[in-house]
């Protein structure tokens, strides 16, 4: 069966420095794997995805990820964190069936001044 | 048109009240689908439609009740709620359902209150 684990439910960063969010997965076919925001009091948006090609996945508002079989990784970086990056991060893989995500407990990021 | 509108944004119901979310969608999406997410928790699949038809049904139980009139619209019918189901109702679409990697597409929810 398919899950994920995030690794740190809460991480705090300077305006500037490296944001990395920690994900890694757990899959017995070769996994789709997502990236999704949540800003306070909305739905999620989803930030990228990996479905097979290039491990190195680019996605919007600068982030990207980078998908490591070996150490069953996806993990999620933006070189230089903005005060709106504040939000909620969820990794998920996809069960095998469409549209039926498996999303990690999330990790709270927030951006100090 | 890139939204997947809910209404409303928030409901307070008593235990024996029977209401509707909706959920409304003008890409052409034809799968559409309800997530529930408790406070602090990740979002868990509750149903999905598929061209209109109910597709998957994650043992939900019977107060929640879906619909999909048509290819826009999306409701979730409830009655004798209990206070554990109070949370955050997101409605979801994408182009199709596939074989998993599509592209989902969030509202920002109904916020349920039950008393």
Known sequence: AQSVT?????????????VLLRCNYSSSVPPYLFWYVQYPNQGLQLLLKYTTGATL??????FEAEFKKSETSFHL???SAHMS?????????SSGQGGKLIFGQGTELSVKP | DTEVTQTPKHLVMGMTNKKSLKCEQHMGHRAMYWYKQKAKKPPELMFVYSYE???????VPSRFSPECPNSSL???HLHALQPEDSALYLCASSQEQGDGNEKLFF???TQLSVL
């Open chain 2, 74 to 76: 999306l409701n979730l």
């Open chain 1, 57 to 62: 996945v680019k996605g919007i508002n600068g």
């Open chain 1, 77 to 79: 970086t933006k070189p």
């Open chain 2, 107 to 109: 509202g920002s929810g």
């Open chain 2, 53 to 59: 038809k109910l597709s998957i049904n994650e043992s």
């Open chain 1, 85 to 93: 990056d504040a939000a909620e991060y969820f990794c998920a893989v």
């Open chain 1, 6 to 18: 995030q690794l740190g439910s809460h991480v705090s960063v300077s305006e500037g420095a490296l």
